[in-house]
């Protein structure tokens, strides 16, 4: 069993930027596609990033492309999300999920692929 765990979230004026962090707790993410997701207040949760277990592929949601970056620690045991020029939009509880890849060339997207998923951390962009 896997449990992810969040850290990074916070405050921040528009056009700031925050790193959050996600790290397993019991095991390593060895063989564990990652991803982001985000959910606001009244809407569902929502993808953001995901990145394959490799490190070598990548892929954004379009309301984040060219702002946010994921990225793998070198053990490949953590995984961040660096998130630039931010906008009151990003508003959000952030989530890091995960689930097994053995190809590790594969990213995910939709929510219900993956299997694992930490308890979120607070991101408040102001205006």
């Known amino acids: 069993q896997v449990q992810v765990v969040e850290s990074g979230g916070g405050l921040v004026q528009a056009g700031g930027s925050l790193r959050l962090s996600c790290a397993a707790s019991?095991?390593?993410?060895?063989?564990?596609?990652m991803g982001w997701f985000r959910q606001a207040p009244g809407k569902e949760r929502e993808f953001v990033a995901a990145i394959s277990w490799s490190g070598d592929s990548t892929y954004y949601a379009d309301s984040v492309k060219g702002r946010f970056t994921i990225s793998r620690g070198n053990a490949k045991n953590t995984v961040s999300l660096q998130m630039n020029s931010l906008k009151p939009e990003d508003t959000a509880v952030y989530y890091c999920?995960?689930?097994?890849?053995?190809?590790?060339?594969?990213?995910?997207?939709?929510?219900?692929?993956?299997?694992?998923w930490g308890q979120g951390t607070q991101v408040t962009v102001s205006s």
């Open positions: 019991g095991r390593t993410f060895s063989g564990y596609a």
């Open positions: 999920a995960g689930r097994l890849d053995v190809s590790g060339r594969n990213v995910y997207t939709v929510r219900g692929e993956y299997d694992y």
